[in-house]
């Protein structure tokens, strides 16, 4: 099935911000395997519904033409997304949850370790030089960067309205059952909730669905509509980080997912420095 161009303007009802509309926007028609969607390689899919408000989209160059989402495979190639994934293991392997879902955060240092977090930096001191190096450091700046300049694409906003802000993490999800509930990434959320200063959301996928693992795939959450991603390795998806981008994660059944959270704010107070080599 292959989804229709732009339809119509939607405003939204109640938006302080005429230039805000709130209904589908397909930047390109896109094949869509039923229920997920799957853009073809080189395909920006996009579409945005309901409300998208968020008091920091009205920031000056950062307000988006429309709210919503767009999925591409081709702004990350497979060999980058197997050179960052390879980051992620190196630090995943110094700890790693109990249950099923940990994460590595190279800005704070947070790493999960049995039941808790710890800070890698500190726990591991200079010994981390001989772990990740300064190539490691810069191909996530290189990244951050792609993605960035892809989201202000592709909202119509300026690269330099958005700020990188925390947090900025790594994720490594397998079927092992949830011990805390920091484990349980499954539950339906709303970014802007959960993280408070998201503004524009993406995450960039290091491993192939049905190929290193089942389950895991990415759900946006619409009345009778759920859109499905199905991550697989480079493919960057993208989203206003608002009410309009309800979303969850089907629990991983088999293997194991990775996948890295980068967000951007609106405001520069909640902008943080690209994560650096200690
Ligand atoms: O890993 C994903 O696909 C999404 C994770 C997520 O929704 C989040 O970290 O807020
Ligand atoms: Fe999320």
């Known amino acids: 099935m292959t989804l229709p161009l732009p339809q119509r303007p939607c405003p939204c009802p109640d938006s302080p911000n005429p230039h805000l509309s709130c209904c589908f926007l397909f930047l390109q028609p896109v094949q869509v ?12 899919w996009a579409s ?53 879902a940990s994460i590595l955060d190279l800005h704070s240092g947070a790493l999960s370790v049995g039941k808790h977090f710890v800070n890698l930096y500190r726990y ?23 993605v960035q300049l892809t989201i202000a694409e592709a909202f119509g906003i300026s690269a330099a309205s958005l700020h990188l802000t925390k947090p900025t993490f790594f994720s490594r999800i397998n079927s092992t059952e949830a011990r805390t509930a920091h484990d349980e990434y499954w539950h339906a959320h709303v970014d802007k909730v959960t993280y408070g200063s998201f503004d ?32 697989r390795a480079g493919r960057v998806s993208f989203f206003t980080s608002g009410s309009e981008n309800l ?27 690209d994560p650096a080599f200690p």
């Open 48 to 100: 945005g519904l309901g409300n998208c408000l968020s008091p920091g989209l009205s920031l000056p160059g950062c307000t988006p033409r429309k709210c919503g989402r767009g999925v591409t495979d081709t702004v990350i190639t497979r060999e980058e997304a197997e050179r960052i994934r390879s980051i992620a293991e190196k630090g995943l392997s110094l700890g790693g949850s109990d249950g099923g």
């Open 33 to 44: 395997t039923e229920p997920a969607l799957a853009p073809s390689p080189g395909r920006v």
């Open 247 to 273: 979303h969850r994660v089907e629990k991983v059944r088999w293997g194991t997912r990775y996948a890295i959270t980068i967000a951007f704010s609106c405001n520069p107070d909640h902008g943080i420095q």
């Open 200 to 231: 524009y959301t993406s995450l960039l996928y290091l491993s192939d669905y049905l190929e290193d693992f089942g389950g895991g795939r990415f759900v946006f959450m619409e009345e009778g509509a759920n859109k499905t991603v199905e991550p």
């Open 124 to 146: 591991f001191g200079d010994k981390i030089q001989n772990i990740f190096s300064e190539e490691d450091f810069q191909l996530y700046r290189e990244v951050r960067r792609k």
